[in-house]
């Protein structure tokens, strides 16, 4: 008889536990799928398809006007660079740390494809094939998600999880190159450096939280000033009299067919106070967030390049990234 009690105490448990692991389950296939609806999340939007100008915008609404800020593409000798990504491979793991009505979801990617870097004369538009090139690469980035339950009397449950809040996406490749704080600033009427929007910086980035309903606001259409401030280790390469080692971008939109890029600068020149002082600065113009819609939701990537990346076959693949989501509302 006491093993009869026993035997069945025993299933009673185990009974317990298989159902405590399939909630488990369950709840993380929801938590999974509100990340795959998220329309801010992802790495869609860090590859280009071939190589691009280093200014370019395409699928992104615009108001029918030009550039406000002169691109900067000629470099070195009478040349200019296009350049891009191709992902090949992109796997993706996430580890969920569930308790009571919040979970944390940790994201992490690994994407790796090819990197394009093409050289074209100035005065006839030819390719130059002795510094043009391809390039494997493998770069890593993690952010961690907040999800929380809100009531729901619709549900059987009572609740629903809604994505709470995310962090930056960081990562990059190599050890070389690294980015230290990024500023936004409002521009005045004469385009000058105006009041302080938004301020990150390194030291914390990777648990600072941004709510999901108070994501860092554009309005469409408006001129910005960015600010990237970078480390470089070295030895770095130079490629004018500046003596800038690397280059920084601001990639933003929400896929390859619907992105743009701003190269930033640390000559200087165009918004840049300072030569070669490791801030990077330029202007970007909001774009629209879409015909039809008051606002949507977009992700950017800040990224820093070591220039032996993009200029050497053999000079390895340095890169830092910070993804930042945005939203885009009308005036």
């Known amino acids: 008889m006491k093993q009869l009690i026993l035997i069945t105490l025993t299933a009673s448990i185990l009974s317990i536990i298989g159902c405590v692991d399939d909630r488990t389950v369950d709840t993380e296939s929801v938590l999974l799928a509100l ?38 593409l000629a470099f070195g000798e009478g040349y200019k660079i296009r350049f891009g990504r191709q992902i090949s491979d992109r796997d993706r793991t996430v580890e969920f740390d569930i308790d009571g009505d919040t979970a944390i979801g940790i994201v992490s990617y690994t994407v790796s494809g090819d990197l394009f870097v093409k050289a074209f004369d100035t005065t006839d538009h030819t390719q130059i094939d002795s510094i043009s090139f391809s390039k494997e690469f493998t770069s890593s980035l993690v952010r961690k998600v907040r999800f929380v339950q809100i009531e729901d009397d619709s549900n059987p449950d009572g609740y629903v999880w809604r994505v709470n809040a995310l962090t930056a996406m960081i990562g990059g490749s190599g050890d070389k190159v690294s980015i230290s704080n990024l500023s936004v600033y409002g521009l005045t009427d004469a385009l000058e450096q105006g009041d302080l929007l938004h301020y990150f910086e390194a030291d914390g980035i990777g648990d600072l939280f941004i709510d999901r309903d108070a994501l860092p606001t554009f309005t469409a259409f408006v001129p910005y000033m960015v600010q ?45 106070a300072v030569m070669n002082d490791n801030i990077h600065s330029g202007g970007w113009r909001a774009h629209g967030p879409g015909h039809g819609r008051p606002h949507r939701g977009f992700r950017s ?16 693949y340095n890169t830092a990234v910070w993804s930042i989501p945005y939203k885009i509302e009308r005036p």
């Open 35 to 72: 990340l795959e609806a998220d329309e801010i999340s992802g790495v869609e939007g860090f590859d280009t398809g071939s190589d691009l100008d280093l200014d370019h915008e395409m699928g992104l609404e615009t108001d029918g006007m030009g550039r406000i800020f002169t691109d900067t």
């Open 228 to 272: 990237v401030a970078v480390e470089n280790t070295g030895p770095e390469l130079t490629m004018d009299s500046s003596g800038v080692g690397e280059w920084v971008f601001k990639n933003y939109g929400r896929s390859r067919g619907m992105r743009g890029r701003k190269h930033l600068n640390d000559k200087g020149v165009f918004l840049d």
């Open 301 to 316: 990537f800040f990224e820093t390049i070591d220039l032996a990346t993009l200029f050497v076959d053999d000079g390895g």
